[in-house]
């Protein structure tokens, strides 16, 4: 079946602007979350959603940095006034299983690339 | 507090033979953990997990060892081949923390 697919797979923009990533995670699956991954770094956690849940925003580095989750499916993360730190791969992952962090196997998808200029 | 970090952050092999790639933790409350492996350009794949009440579990040419004393927690990769070159993480399943994880390289 289809995995967890993100679009786009790469976006250039300039400071100050805003963007939107997408999400689509594996249907059926009820936990969802953001990543960020600066080159040669590990994961950074940013939001994570639980079925109809209010989500864990813990991770957003700062309020220009935004997450929806429609109809428990798709997401959209949204950066505003783009800056250049907030260049990065950021991954999406969804889980089966509902639970802080989840018991079970996070599916991850390709993520998108940032950079901003 | 807790942290999920790895004991290098870089491992060389040659190929043929094996690996180990550590993790230690501090957050005893959550004692499941997930090994992932990211090749490059791709996102983390599931490798092989390993529940508390277990010691040690073996898949396919890996093995997870976790030693909850002294929370540590091992992979090994037996006979290593170029396409296991990849950056590792330990995670702990219980929270969202990753460690940088570990990259392996296997030379030909």
């Known amino acids: 079946g289809a995995g967890v697919s993100q679009s786009p797979s790469n976006k250039v923009t300039e400071k100050g602007k805003d963007v939107e990533l997408r999400c689509d995670p594996i249907?059926?699956?009820?936990?969802l979350y953001w990543y960020r991954q600066s080159l040669g770094q590990g994961l950074e956690f940013l939001i994570y959603f639980q079925g109809n849940s209010a989500p864990d925003k813990s991770g957003l580095p700062s309020d220009r940095f935004s997450a929806e989750r429609t109809g428990g499916s798709v997401s959209t993360l949204t950066i505003q006034r783009t800056q250049q730190e907030d260049s990065a791969v950021y991954l999406c992952?969804?889980?089966?299983?509902?639970?802080?962090?989840?018991?079970?196997?996070?599916?991850f998808g390709p993520g998108t690339r940032l950079t901003v200029l | 507090g807790e942290s999920v970090g790895l004991h290098l952050p870089t491992l060389s092999v040659q190929e043929g033979d094996n690996s180990i790639i550590n993790c230690a933790y501090s957050?005893?409350?959550?004692?499941?953990f997930i090994w992932y492996k990211q090749e490059s350009g791709k996102g983390p794949q599931f490798i092989i997990d390993i529940r508390s009440n277990m010691d040690k579990r073996q898949g396919q040419r890996v093995t997870v060892l976790l030693n909850k004393t002294v929370k540590h927690l091992s992979l090994q990769i037996a006979a290593t081949q170029p396409g296991d070159s990849a950056v590792y993480f330990c995670h702990n399943a219980g929270k969202s923390t990753f460690g940088d994880g570990t990259t392996l390289t296997v030379k030909p």
């Open positions: 992952a969804s889980s089966p299983l509902a639970g802080t962090g989840g018991t079970n196997e996070q599916f």
């Open positions: 957050n005893s409350a959550s004692d499941y």
């Open positions: 249907s059926g699956h009820t936990a």
